[in-house]
Protein backbone atom coordinates (compact mmCIF):
# COMPACT_ATOMS: atom_id res chain seq x y z
CA UNK A 1 0.00 0.00 0.00
CA UNK A 2 0.96 3.45 -0.97
CA UNK A 3 3.24 5.00 1.99
CA UNK A 4 3.16 9.17 1.57
CA UNK A 5 -0.06 11.14 0.47
CA UNK A 6 0.79 11.68 -3.01
CA UNK A 7 1.69 7.74 -3.38
CA UNK A 8 -1.80 7.01 -1.69
CA UNK A 9 -3.51 9.73 -4.42
CA UNK A 10 -1.99 8.44 -7.26
CA UNK A 11 -3.40 5.32 -6.60
CA UNK A 12 -6.62 5.99 -5.80
CA UNK A 13 -6.69 8.73 -8.66
CA UNK A 14 -5.64 5.46 -10.56
CA UNK A 15 -8.80 3.31 -9.64
CA UNK A 16 -11.36 6.06 -9.19
CA UNK A 17 -11.74 5.67 -13.14
CA UNK A 18 -13.70 2.83 -15.19
CA UNK A 19 -12.06 2.90 -17.82
CA UNK A 20 -8.78 2.36 -15.50
CA UNK A 21 -10.64 -0.44 -14.09
CA UNK A 22 -11.10 -2.10 -17.17
CA UNK A 23 -7.94 -1.54 -18.55
CA UNK A 24 -6.57 -3.34 -15.07
CA UNK A 25 -9.27 -6.02 -15.40
CA UNK A 26 -8.26 -6.13 -19.00
CA UNK A 27 -4.48 -6.82 -17.95
CA UNK A 28 -5.52 -9.33 -14.97
CA UNK A 29 -4.82 -12.43 -17.75
CA UNK A 30 -1.55 -11.46 -18.86
CA UNK A 31 0.90 -8.90 -20.55
CA UNK A 32 -0.95 -7.33 -23.74
CA UNK A 33 0.69 -5.42 -26.75
CA UNK A 34 -1.18 -2.00 -26.37
CA UNK A 35 -2.59 -2.56 -29.96
CA UNK A 36 -4.12 -5.40 -29.10
CA UNK A 37 -5.46 -3.80 -25.54
CA UNK A 38 -6.70 -0.72 -27.29
CA UNK A 39 -8.82 -3.07 -29.44
CA UNK A 40 -10.20 -5.46 -27.07
CA UNK A 41 -11.15 -2.50 -24.56
CA UNK A 42 -12.57 -0.39 -27.76
CA UNK A 43 -10.58 3.06 -27.19
CA UNK A 44 -8.13 5.01 -29.41
CA UNK A 45 -4.57 4.59 -28.28
CA UNK A 46 -3.42 8.10 -27.63
CA UNK A 47 -6.66 7.56 -24.88
CA UNK A 48 -5.21 4.07 -23.85
CA UNK A 49 -1.66 5.66 -23.01
CA UNK A 50 -3.25 8.76 -20.60
CA UNK A 51 -5.34 6.11 -18.72
CA UNK A 52 -1.53 3.92 -18.98
CA UNK A 53 0.21 6.15 -17.64
CA UNK A 54 -1.92 7.36 -14.45
CA UNK A 55 -1.51 3.38 -13.67
CA UNK A 56 1.83 3.25 -14.39
CA UNK A 57 2.55 6.51 -11.98
CA UNK A 58 0.43 5.01 -9.62
CA UNK A 59 2.57 1.40 -9.67
CA UNK A 60 0.13 -0.41 -10.62
CA UNK A 61 1.13 -1.36 -14.49
CA UNK A 62 4.45 -1.77 -15.57
CA UNK A 63 5.10 -1.24 -19.33
CA UNK A 64 7.81 -2.56 -21.55
CA UNK A 65 9.29 -1.75 -24.79
CA UNK A 66 10.58 -4.63 -27.45
CA UNK A 67 11.89 -4.49 -31.01
CA UNK A 68 9.78 -7.04 -33.10
CA UNK A 69 11.70 -9.19 -35.42
CA UNK A 70 11.61 -7.00 -38.51
CA UNK A 71 12.84 -4.21 -35.97
CA UNK A 72 9.25 -2.65 -35.18
CA UNK A 73 9.36 -1.30 -31.34
CA UNK A 74 6.38 -3.26 -29.76
CA UNK A 75 5.06 -1.92 -26.50
CA UNK A 76 3.53 -4.20 -24.12
CA UNK A 77 1.95 -4.02 -20.12
CA UNK A 78 1.39 -6.07 -18.04
CA UNK A 79 -0.04 -5.45 -13.73
CA UNK A 80 2.51 -4.87 -11.65
CA UNK A 81 1.79 -7.04 -8.23
CA UNK A 82 -0.39 -5.03 -5.91
CA UNK A 83 -2.89 -5.47 -3.37
CA UNK A 84 -4.92 -2.68 -3.13
CA UNK A 85 -6.17 -2.54 0.89
CA UNK A 86 -8.23 0.74 2.36
CA UNK A 87 -8.08 1.50 6.07
CA UNK A 88 -8.04 4.91 8.01
CA UNK A 89 -4.73 3.91 9.37
CA UNK A 90 -3.52 3.38 6.22
CA UNK A 91 -4.73 6.95 4.82
CA UNK A 92 -3.61 8.63 8.68
CA UNK A 93 0.12 6.73 8.13
CA UNK A 94 0.42 8.44 4.67
CA UNK A 95 -0.85 12.14 5.45
CA UNK A 96 1.87 11.59 8.69
CA UNK A 97 4.10 10.74 5.98
CA UNK A 98 3.02 14.18 3.91
CA UNK A 99 4.31 15.04 0.23
CA UNK A 100 7.62 14.91 -0.64
CA UNK A 101 7.92 18.85 -0.62
CA UNK A 102 6.85 19.47 2.68
CA UNK A 103 3.20 20.83 1.18
CA UNK A 104 0.02 19.36 2.25
CA UNK A 105 -2.24 18.89 -0.87
CA UNK A 106 -5.02 19.11 1.40
CA UNK A 107 -4.06 22.69 3.17
CA UNK A 108 -3.52 23.92 -0.64
CA UNK A 109 -7.53 22.28 -1.04
CA UNK A 110 -8.46 23.97 2.18
CA UNK A 111 -7.09 27.45 1.23
CA UNK A 112 -8.96 27.57 -2.00
CA UNK A 113 -11.99 26.67 -0.34
CA UNK A 114 -11.70 29.76 1.78
CA UNK A 115 -10.93 31.90 -1.11
CA UNK A 116 -13.77 30.72 -2.72
CA UNK A 117 -16.35 31.12 -0.02
CA UNK A 118 -14.13 35.13 0.28
CA UNK A 119 -15.30 35.56 -3.22
CA UNK A 120 -18.55 34.75 -2.91
CA UNK A 121 -19.33 36.43 0.58
CA UNK A 122 -17.72 40.01 -1.12
CA UNK A 123 -20.77 40.15 -3.48
CA UNK A 124 -21.06 40.61 -7.10
CA UNK A 125 -17.75 42.43 -8.88
CA UNK A 126 -17.79 46.15 -9.48
CA UNK A 127 -19.06 46.75 -13.03
CA UNK A 128 -21.59 43.32 -12.67
CA UNK A 129 -25.18 44.20 -12.68
CA UNK A 130 -27.13 41.28 -10.71
CA UNK A 131 -30.10 41.50 -12.98
CA UNK A 132 -32.71 39.03 -13.03
CA UNK A 133 -33.23 36.81 -16.42
CA UNK A 134 -36.32 37.16 -18.31
CA UNK A 135 -37.92 40.56 -16.68
Known sequence: MPATEEQLLAVLTAVANPQRLRVIAALA?????V??????????RPLLY???????????????LELSGDGKAMKYF??????????????????RAGPPDG??????HEAADHEAAD???AGPEEGHDMKESGK
Open 29 to 33: GGRVH
Open 50 to 64: MHLDKLEKAGLVAGQ
Open 35 to 44: SELARRLGIS
Open 103 to 108: TSEAAD
Open 119 to 121: HEA
Open 78 to 95: ELAPFELRLTAETIAAAL
